[in-house]
């Protein structure tokens, strides 16, 4: 504890005697100031006791006493001692009066306690205190540093709480909380994501202050890396400003964290190498090697179904470097990278394996069917459609993605299940989706894939000299081809359709080859003719 006026007054040497403001006497003082001024209070900073003679002070005017002690009340002046047997022998009524009315602590100092002994008695005990919170500081780092070694962020969270006497959170890189100690804290942290996010969006190191949710505590935020953008952050909440010692602990925790951070950073690098070599094997169609060099380390992913995600930035997107898994810190300009700690962040905090290599300028993602990552991946992938469909939000070009989702495969089909990724991918890029899912295409319609200028002008090409014919007025060759197909080559079925005699049929057939120089009994004519009409629309009757 800082150094108080009971503390002085308690001090058997100094001889102090309390003559008004006694229900003050526990307010911390930071220094005793000695000053015969009419006016010290420019030269005060708040929390002085001063010590007075009254030398230049009208001390016996009531009046000229109660602007006295109500400046230096208003200056944040802590007390007043006031030297008796110099000036005056006893404190003069009027100053007693006015301290009394303004409730400012005023001491009476005998003439043997000197000036001197009481600024020496306040210098001495604020340096215990530094000492004591320096080290008390140094305990709280060496138990810090002993629980992070022993029992990794957890531990260090709840001795950092034990000596904060508050609580302790982390926060990964997309903001959600990942350790909380003690365990009622976690809910409390948890409504403070919307501050972290604030936060990583400012270059580390950052911290700021805000309130808790509820207003019971007092919270700080500190960013946690070493890059530019944060990987991580430390909340801890105290009912006041922590002290030194406290300070010195606060401290400490963030470099033990980020130490770990940037060591699992290292870890996770290492595992990505790892990674890549797995997915080469299990394209590879080396499903069994594939398990021998993955181990434990992807905890039976590759043992139960699985999605292949193959992610890429769209035109526009920002530039591309550094956009591996490794990379992805989710900054302004780098969608694979928020991809990326989408999915693993998903997956850090279900517990479930997730696979995220980068492959050039693309991403490749192997994650549990049914999984917290895949479902991170649809919910980041909506929320980028939905800004893509508002050109007013701000960045949604810049964060352009482009993602194909595989179906459900096991180890031995991950080639297949790449290729049906791969292929989603190019539905998707060709739609101006977001995401397309494969087994989407599988259960809907080919028409929607025939959906581009390039097979438009085909079958607009192909059907040109129908419709030019038609034009003259001299035959419907167009709707005819179109209930000849659609009837299978039957002629009765597609005449009476049209409300023509067979033979009448059979010869617009004909003229049909003739026009088009095609047979029609080629079905790969037949195939080439009726999707034309499907995708110039002209099918409608």
């Not at 290292?266 to 094997?281: K, Y």
């Not at 057939?509 to 999707?531: K, Q």
């Amino acid at each position: 504890m800082p150094p108080t006026l009971a503390s002085l007054v308690h001090h058997s040497a100094l001889k102090l005697t309390v003559r008004a403001g006694e229900d003050r006497l526990d307010v911390p003082v930071r220094w005793a100031h000695v000053s015969e001024l009419a006016d010290p209070v420019p030269y005060m900073e708040g929390g002085e006791l001063l010590l007075v003679t009254a030398l230049k002070l009208d001390a016996e005017d009531p009046e000229a006493m109660r602007r006295y002690v109500k400046r230096l009340a208003g200056a944040g002046v802590v007390g007043i001692g006031f030297a008796v047997g110099v000036n005056y022998d006893e404190i003069p009524e009027a100053l007693l009066e006015a301290a009394r009315e303004e409730g400012l602590p005023l001491l009476e100092v005998p003439r043997r306690t000197p000036f001197l002994a009481i600024s020496k008695a306040v210098s001495a005990a604020i340096a215990a205190e530094q000492y004591r919170a320096v080290t008390a500081g140094f305990a709280a780092q060496r138990e810090l540093t002993r629980q992070a070694l022993t029992t990794g962020p957890e531990g260090l969270l709840g001795a950092l709480a034990a000596q904060l006497d508050g609580w302790a959170a982390l926060y990964d890189a997309s903001g959600a909380v990942v350790a909380a100690a003690p365990e009622w804290a976690h809910r409390r942290a948890a409504r403070l994501t919307a501050e972290v996010e604030r936060l990583r969006e400012r270059p580390a190191p950052a911290s700021s202050v805000v309130g808790s949710p509820d207003n019971e505590d007092r919270v700080e935020l500190h960013s946690l890396g070493t890059g530019r953008r944060p990987r991580a952050a430390l909340a801890v909440g105290t009912a006041a400003a922590p002290g030194t010692a406290e300070r010195y602990a606060v401290h400490s925790a963030i470099a033990l964290l980020t130490l770990t951070t940037e060591r699992s950073r290292s870890l996770h690098a290492a595992e990505q190498r790892v990674g890549a070599a797995v997915l080469r094997m299990l394209l590879a169609g080396e499903p069994d090697h594939a398990r021998a060099v993955a181990g434990d380390l992807y905890d039976g992913l590759l043992d139960a179904p699985f999605r292949v995600l193959v992610a890429e930035a769209s035109a526009g997107a920002g530039a591309m470097a550094g956009t591996g898994a490794g990379a992805g810190t989710g900054a302004d300009g780098d969608p694979l990278g928020a991809l990326t700690e989408t999915v693993e962040s998903a997956a850090a905090r279900s517990g479930e394996a997730v696979l995220a290599v980068p492959d050039g300028e693309r991403l490749v993602v192997l994650a549990a069917d049914g999984g917290a990552a895949v479902a991170a991946c649809l919910a980041h992938a909506g929320a980028l459609e939905t800004a893509r469909t508002a050109p007013e939000t701000p960045g949604a070009d810049e964060n352009a993605l482009v993602v194909g989702l595989s179906a459900p495969a096991g180890p031995s089909a991950a080639p297949a299940a790449h290729r049906q990724a791969e292929q989603a991918l190019s539905v998707a890029r060709r739609r101006g989706r977001v995401l397309v899912e494969h087994e989407h295409l599988a259960a809907g319609s080919v028409l929607p894939l025939l959906a581009d200028d390039a097979v438009r002008a085909f079958a607009d090409g192909l059907l040109r000299a129908l419709r030019e014919h038609d034009a003259t007025g001299r035959g419907d060759l167009v709707a005819s081809l179109r209930a000849w197909l659609s009837r299978h080559g039957q002629w009765d079925a597609a005449a009476a359709d049209l409300g023509v005699h067979r033979h009448t049929l059979r010869y617009r057939m004909r003229r049909v080859e003739e026009i088009l120089g095609r047979s029609l009994d080629d079905p790969d004519v037949r195939m080439e003719l009726w999707l034309a009409l499907k995708t110039t629309g002209t099918e409608q009757p």
